[in-house]
């Protein structure tokens, strides 16, 4: 991708989804991604009804009237991106990409973040940490984060979630918001998610494309490369669930709590992130 094309291309995303977030996203960002407490605001003056707990009464002694202290939620949250970019990324059986799919969803949050004042930060792994940019706030900052996300190239093919994990577990410090995007055909990721989640509001977002969760009725033999190991061999493609069964990773996340997004090549990013919202503030309501 040239660079006229990446800007052309950054600036469709930044229009479409920055649209998205000023319609739909950003209030609801907002009320379902709560803050770590209160702080001061301003005060104002006493009227019937207000919690006498509230009173500045040093305030209160230098006026001569009665006024009351206000607090604001803490609002600041730190949003942290992480996404697979192994080599299984680049496979897409429809108009766009797994890889593309996971570059706008990752723009939609960070978008909705930006607009509530939230820091953001971008992971890039595949069975190594491939790219790591710490959280900033600004919309420069979140413009970066979308070229990296639409044209880094990867230096090794395979994915060890565990590693992008434990890897932000030990770098980040603030308890955040983790939103770790993946197709999640790796194994063995479950004690790192599950440690992940004690520090994290931790949401697994899982991309596939329709082939990879459809299984023919006749056997069907292709002659395929794993994008993964580079390996090429002769696959039945009624076989196709043992290279990563998305059910089993379903109740894997359903079994913790996590609310997960679950999206396909062939779909509206966009509107399972709504579904997400309106789940994730239908709980915290009960």
């Not at 043992?242 to 396909?264: M, N, Q, V």
Request: aromatic letters at 10%.
């Amino acid at each position: 991708m040239d660079t006229s094309e990446l800007l052309k291309k950054v600036r469709q995303i930044e229009i479409r989804t920055g649209r998205l977030v000023a319609d739909n996203f950003a209030g609801q960002y907002l009320s379902v991604f709560k803050g770590q407490g209160i702080e001061f605001a301003e005060v104002r003056e006493y009227v019937a009804g207000d919690d006498v707990r509230s009173i500045d009464w040093n305030v209160s002694a230098r006026s001569g009237k009665t006024y009351i202290k206000q607090f604001l939620e803490e609002r600041e949250l730190t949003l942290m991106i992480a996404c697979d970019v192994s080599a299984s990324g680049a496979f897409g059986s429809t108009q766009k990409l797994k890889r593309e799919v996971a570059a706008e969803l990752a723009a939609l949050f960070a978008f909705s973040a930006l607009t509530n004042n939230d820091k953001v930060g971008l992971m890039l792994f595949s069975d190594m940490v491939e790219l790591f940019i710490p959280p900033k706030k600004g919309k420069k900052h979140i413009l970066r984060l979308v070229r990296e996300l639409l044209v880094f190239e990867p230096k090794n093919k395979k994915t060890d979630i565990s590693l992008a994990l434990n890897t932000l577990n030990k770098v980040i410090k603030r308890q955040g918001i983790l939103v770790l995007i993946s197709d999640f055909m790796d194994e063995g990721f479950e004690k790192a998610f599950r440690l992940s989640q004690k520090k994290f509001d931790l949401i697994p977002v899982l991309v596939r494309d329709p082939l990879e969760s459809s299984v023919p009725k006749l056997p069907l033999y292709i002659n395929a490369v794993d994008p993964e190991s580079g390996e090429s061999a002769v696959f039945n493609l009624k076989d196709a669930p043992k290279y990563g069964d998305i059910t089993k990773r379903e109740k894997f996340f359903h079994s913790l709590g996590a609310d997960y997004i679950k999206t396909f090549t062939t779909g509206s990013a966009a509107d399972e992130v709504v579904k997400f919202f309106k789940k994730r503030a239908e709980k915290i309501k009960r």
